[in-house]
């Protein structure tokens, strides 16, 4: 479809350029009402797909869509998701094929399976006859906040290449087997409950690995190689940004939080999101599908208040226009919410609709309401907002309202009238 067909479907709005979706199937085979988002996407080499909640069915099939509509028409080479490289390794064979329908909640946690288990099980049926089937890379901490499953990999390296590291790597090992949580809303706690000079000695002994691994990587490649060696750091980062989260996330749900402690697991994320980019070559294209508020370029406040700098502001800095941000968020009256704490809950929470006020006087969500859009899915791109009236400066995030100028957070927003939640979250 040419640039001049496309501009034709849009509706001017307050937030920018906006057109109606026909559908949210990801299924069906066409994908012309998503041209769009052509021009806002043609030069990127990494684009953000982002969710305004976690659980919600509808963003799940847009996100979908959107995959399918990067990858075909765009040419994108890799999906990375919101969750850590273990959990990406393991779920990558039933992607491709193998295995039974079931085996996912084996190859993945209950909150992996909570947040992505609808869009994996797309991804499956996706690949089904295809050539090349998709595979997906983590980019994140696992979705656990627990340190084992970065550690094991790295203590099996360093048992090959570093066997006078062993009293060392076991005392990490000890302290890590107190953290088994199933989110970071126990696995924190956990953390929190621990002697501090236990949590202390877990600390200063991943400090110890870290630099030592790095000093000796001559020695250890020559034992091993680069590949292997290149992992191995990479899982031991992890480990380390996990352990820093885990005071954060404790201090947080304590009410002792510093402003921005979360922008440590954002930036993480934002260098993984470069180490694959680095090894996929020349070429390669990312879809990255996170939360809004990971994706986003700017700061991420509330009321004015600093959470943290976001994965999405990181990429911006380094990728400039290469990097496009494509928000969800939706006009209903509700929406699914994570409950902390919920006894019993394998993640520590419990996730229930709760009840929303109308969308606030200078939201992207009251824009496309006041334009008679907010019954419909819609795809508006920012870039362009009214040069009369004042652009967006707010968007909803979970159950509340996140403040920032719209137009420098994102690229483009896909809003649906709806947010029901996923049906196989049992949480």
């Known amino acids: 479809m040419t640039s001049s067909a496309s501009s034709e479907r ?64 765009h040419g994108f080479t890799h999906v990375a998701l919101e969750l850590g490289a273990a959990d990406a390794i393991a779920v990558n064979p039933w992607l491709a094929g193998d295995g039974e329908e079931s085996d996912l909640s084996r190859l993945s946690g209950p909150l992996t399976l909570g947040v992505l288990g609808e869009l994996l099980r797309w991804l499956r049926d996706y690949n089904r006859g295809r050539p090349r089937p998709v595979q997906v890379i983590g980019i994140d901490l696992p979705n656990t906040l627990t340190l084992r499953p970065d550690l094991d990999p790295v203590a099996e390296y360093l048992r090959l290449v570093d066997p006078d590291a062993g009293d060392l790597v076991a005392g990490v090992l000890r302290t890590a ?9 126990v696995s924190a706690p956990q953390w929190g409950r621990l002697d501090p000079a236990v949590r202390d000695g877990l600390t200063a002994g991943l400090a110890r690995l870290s630099l030592r691994l790095r000093a ?8 091993s190689d680069q590949q292997r060696y290149d992992a191995a ?10 352990d820093y989260m885990l005071q954060a996330m404790n ?8 402003p921005g402690d979360t922008s440590v697991r954002d930036r993480f994320m934002a260098t993984c999101v470069h180490w694959h980019l680095a090894r996929a070559g020349v070429g390669a294209r ?19 208040h600093l959470t943290g700098l976001p994965m999405g502001h990181y990429l911006a800095r380094e990728l400039g226009s290469h990097y496009r941000a494509v928000a969800m968020t939706h006009t209903a009256g509700e929406v699914p919410e994570m409950r902390v704490p919920a006894e019993g809950s394998p993640v520590g929470f419990a996730v229930e609709p709760v009840r929303l006020d109308a969308p606030e006087p200078g939201s992207v969500e009251r824009a496309l309401i006041d334009a008679g859009l907010g019954g419909v899915v ?41 947010a029901t939640l996923d049906a196989t979250v049992d949480f």
């Open 10 to 73: 849009f509706t001017h709005t307050r937030a920018g350029q906006t057109a109606v979706l026909t559908t949210l199937d990801p299924r069906e085979p066409l994908l012309d009402d998503l041209e769009p988002l052509g021009d806002v996407v043609a030069d990127a080499r990494v684009v953000g797909i982002g969710e305004g909640a976690h659980f919600v069915h509808e963003f799940n099939l847009a996100r979908a869509r959107l995959i399918r509509y990067l990858l075909e028409r």
């Open 177 to 185: 087997d107190e953290i088994t949580g199933g989110s970071a809303a």
């Open 216 to 223: 000796l990587e001559p020695l250890y490649v020559s034992r």
């Open 233 to 242: 750091r990479r899982q031991l980062d992890a480990a380390c940004h996990a």
């Open 251 to 258: 201090n947080l749900f304590s009410g002792a939080g510093l």
């Open 286 to 304: 990312v879809v990255l599908v996170a939360h809004n508020n990971h994706i986003q370029k700017t700061p991420v406040t509330f009321g004015g």
């Open 378 to 418: 819609t795809v508006t791109d920012l870039r362009q907002p009214d040069p009369v009236t004042a652009s967006p400066d707010r968007i909803r995030s979970q159950s509340a309202v996140m403040d920032t100028p719209l137009h420098q957070a994102f690229d483009a927003v896909v809003c649906t009238p709806t």
